[in-house]
T-cell receptor, first 113, second 115 residues
Framework: DTEVTQTPKHLVMGMTNKKSLKCEQH?????MYWYKQKAKKPPELMFV???????INESVPSRFSPECPNSSLLNLHLHALQPEDSALYLC????????????FGSGTQLSVL | QQPVQSPQAVILREGEDAVINCSSS?????VHWYRQKHGEAPVFLMI?????EQKGHEKISASFNEKKQQSSLYLTASQLSYSGTYFC????????????????FGKGTRLSVIA
């Protein structure tokens, strides 16, 4: 299994809603990532988990809360988002060593109304 | 630090060639190339690890000049399916006891191939 599975593919939420994005991989990768991508922009790193511990938080607002329950799962909890948070959210994984490719999930297209 | 990509956009007719460049002011460990179509996730093309390394993938190849911290992606005899946005991602040397360093992506090059 060489896939990263993300759900849901599309999400529309109001500014008072709480929702979660889910990501799963079974490749034994010990590094997992959340990227945010706005239209016509490159993916921007949000969080990195290494061995299920948060190793990098790129000054992301607290309305985004990541969680790594085990080595295969990565969640992103969303609460009180703003319309400007609408974007494509990409999960990725890789081995925890240099020079390895990122395996991206298909992404969640999020719209905040 | 974000790598610099050029050009920002290019339009090709089928069968024409193109070169996309990526440069960094920092010493690089590797350069990754991805292609992304609208609304989809980036698709991996190749990684270059060593100075002077060149790799090929069908009619798409790339080189990495470690001394200049530059990489180029070569698209030959372009096809309609090559249309999309091309991103380079750069990786710094792994930190001791910390594993890899995350990719930082350039701003992208929008490639349009027309019939």
């Amino acid at each position: 299994d060489t896939e990263v599975t993300q759900t849901p593919k599309h999400l529309v939420m109001g500014m008072t809603n709480k929702k979660s994005l889910k990501c799963e991989q079974h490749m034994g990768h010990r590094a997992m990532y959340w990227y945010k991508q706005k239209a016509k922009k490159p993916p921007e790193l949000m969080f990195v988990y290494s061995y299920e511990k948060l190793s990098i938080n790129e000054s992301v607002p607290s309305r985004f809360s990541p969680e790594c329950p085990n080595s295969s799962l990565l969640n992103l909890h969303l609460h009180a988002l703003q319309p400007e948070d609408s974007a494509l959210y990409l999960c990725a994984s890789s081995p925890l060593r240099g020079g390895e490719k990122l395996f991206f999930g298909s992404g969640t297209q999020l719209s905040v109304l | 630090q974000q790598p610099v990509q050029s050009p920002q956009a290019v339009i090709l007719r089928e069968g024409e060639d193109a070169v996309i460049n990526c440069s960094s002011s920092k010493a690089l460990y590797s350069v990754h190339w991805y292609r992304q179509k609208h609304g989809e996730a980036p698709v991996f093309l190749m990684i270059l690890l060593k100075g002077g390394e060149q790799k090929g993938h069908e009619k798409i190849s790339a080189s990495f000049n470690e001394k200049k911290q530059q990489s180029s992606l070569y698209l030959t005899a372009s096809q309609l399916s090559y249309s999309g946005t091309y991103f380079c991602g750069t990786e710094m040397a792994p930190k001791p006891n910390s594993g890899n360093t995350p990719l930082v992506f350039g701003k992208g090059t929008r490639l349009s191939v027309i019939a």
